[in-house]
């Protein structure tokens, strides 16, 4: 496969590695999806080796570094593999209407992202059955009246919350009335960084003034391994709804053309039902 610089329709340059349109319909030939892959493989590598840093088998640097660099290389690839399947064809505009593959591969991907959380529960339930699970390790997670607790469900609201304007801002686009597409969109970004800001606090009363850490036993490496992998899910889904936002400030979007609202609107109420489970199993179950 070459990896020759190609110059796209209308004098716009395509970045490396893209080459030519292969298979039709879908988009560029890249080896941006690979270095995707790369990088999300990348993260429970380096989660891995920074568990087996905590055994003092090596150093949690090794971990850490192994995590940082897998992050640079998952954002560089997704923004190379979103810019080729969406947005040079907008600015070159010619974009085509691809909307039944590319929902489909979200579809797929989806179905991926099933499978992975259903592996974390699975052995969320395995320890939870076996004798290693202990109710003596249980942080203060649903107390009436404990901060933490009113703190999971303001956060679960405001998710819920989120994707309900995410479904109201793809329902203007398509009613062709772009400003209220553009405030919800905008709203919806905004509930999505305050959802990530009241889990960092979450964890830092967790970590710091009650000393529960993701070696508390085995809830503690359920329940971080569980919340943290839906955080950076949501992550992800705050910079894809920045790009689609940034994008619709610029007008690239309209009632026929709206391939990547649909797409991020999907994986946006994907996170949101995840979270849903995570509550009722991990705070409301783990006392039940």
Excluded: C
Aim: hydrophobic share 50%; aromatic share 16%; net charge negative.
């Amino acid at each position: 496969m070459s990896v020759d610089h190609d110059e796209g329709h209308g004098g716009h340059d395509h970045h490396l590695p893209a080459v030519e349109d292969w298979p039709k319909g879908f988009g560029e030939a890249s080896w941006w999806p690979f270095i995707t892959a790369l990088g999300g493989s990348g993260f429970y590598i380096g989660a891995a080796l920074f568990v087996l840093g905590q055994n003092d088998i090596l150093s949690p640097a090794v971990g850490a570094g192994v995590f940082i660099l897998s992050s640079v290389a998952f954002l560089v690839g997704l923004y190379g593999w979103l810019y080729h399947a969406f947005i040079v064809n907008f600015w070159e505009g010619e974009a085509e209407d691809y909307g039944f593959p590319l929902k489909l591969t979200m579809l797929l991907f989806l179905a991926t992202e099933v499978a992975t959380f259903g592996a974390g529960f699975m052995y969320y339930f395995f320890v939870r059955g076996s004798s290693v699970w202990s109710e003596e390790a249980l942080p203060e997670l649903v107390v009436s009246g404990d901060i933490l607790s009113s703190l999971v469900v303001v956060n679960t609201l405001i998710l819920i919350a989120s994707s309900f304007t995410m479904h109201y801002a793809h329902h203007a686009l398509l009613k062709d009335d772009r400003t209220r597409f553009v405030r919800l969109l905008g709203v919806t970004l905004l509930l999505g960084f305050v959802f990530l800001l009241g889990q960092v606090y979450e964890y830092y009363e967790f970590i710091v003034h009650e000393g529960f850490t993701i070696t508390e036993g085995a809830y503690g490496s359920a329940f971080y391994g569980l919340t943290g992998l839906h955080g950076l899910h949501v992550s992800l889904g705050a910079v894809l709804l920045a790009i689609v936002f940034v994008r619709a400030l610029y007008g690239q979007y309209s009632a026929e053309k709206h391939t990547s609202v649909s797409t991020v609107s999907m994986y946006w109420h994907f996170v949101d039902v995840v979270w849903v489970f995570l509550v009722v199993v991990l705070y409301a179950g783990a006392i039940v």
